[in-house]
T-cell receptor, first 109, second 114 residues
Framework: AQRVTQPEKLLSVFKGAPVELKCNYSYSGSPELFWYVQYSRQRLQLLLRHISRESIKGFTADLNKGETSFHLKKPFAQEEDSAMYYCALLNNAGNMLTFGGGTRLMVKP | NAGVTQTPKFRVLKTGQSMTLLCAQDMNHEYMYWYRQDPGMGLRLIHYSVGEGTTAKGEVPDGYNVSRLKKQNFLLGLESAAPSQTSVYFC?????????????FGPGTRLTVT
């Protein structure tokens, strides 16, 4: 069975500090991973896909198959990054996501 | 495009009451999903649909029923509400598969069962 674990429920950093939100997965096939974000009073939305190797709002995420991790990183956190972040894994059929428990990021001024 | 909409936004039920949550999407998406969001537990899939007239169970289906009579609508029903069903419910839809896959979410329905 596929599983996604986000070990930190809350991560608090100061503005300008680096931030790393951890995500670990268990999956038997070749994983397709995503990060979703939910800002206050907004709906959940896609932040980035690992396959695209993109950087969105300064965030990047690298898939490490050896460590089965897909940590989200940003070198300099901004106050507007404060939000709930979810790591998600796509199933074999490509039509369903398994979400982690989420990490709330708080960026203090 | 309104995207994914949910009705109602808030609801308070008494134990044993029933209700239906409506999800509508105007993007012609094949796939639709119902999740519940609870603190520390993230998003858990209740039921989903891969097309009009189809439904399937997700991770936590007990106590819920769904119907997809029209492609654009996905209904979630609670026949006899329990306090354990107090949660925020999100509907989502998608159409692409594979690497370009993306789920589009509704704004959520906050349900309290007393």
């Amino acid at each position: 069975a596929q599983r996604v674990t986000q070990p930190e429920k809350l991560l608090s950093v100061f503005k300008g500090a680096p931030v790393e939100l951890k995500c670990n997965y268990s999956y038997s096939g070749s994983p397709e991973l995503f990060w979703y974000v939910q800002y206050s009073r907004q709906r959940l939305q896609l932040l980035l896909r690992h396959i695209s190797r993109e950087s969105i709002k300064g965030f990047t995420a690298d898939l490490n198959k050896g460590e089965t991790s897909f940590h989200l990183k940003k070198p300099f956190a901004q106050e507007e990054d404060s939000a709930m972040y979810y790591c998600a894994l796509l199933n074999n059929a490509g039509n369903m996501l398994t979400f982690g428990g989420g990490t709330r990021l708080m960026v203090k001024p | 495009n309104a995207g994914v909409t949910q009705t109602p936004k808030f609801r308070v039920l008494k134990t044993g009451q029933s209700m239906t949550l409506l999800c509508a999407q105007d993007m012609n998406h094949e796939y639709m999903y119902w999740y519940r969001q609870d603190p520390g537990m993230g998003l858990r899939l209740i039921h989903y649909s891969v097309g009009e007239g189809t439904t399937a169970k997700g991770e936590v289906p007990d106590g819920y029923n769904v119907s997809r009579l029209k492609k654009q609508n996905f209904l979630l029903g609670l026949e006899s509400a329990a306090p354990s069903q107090t949660s925020v419910y999100f509907c989502a839809s998608s159409y692409e598969l594979g690497w370009s896959y993306e789920q589009y979410f509704g704004p959520g329905t906050r349900l309290t069962v007393t």
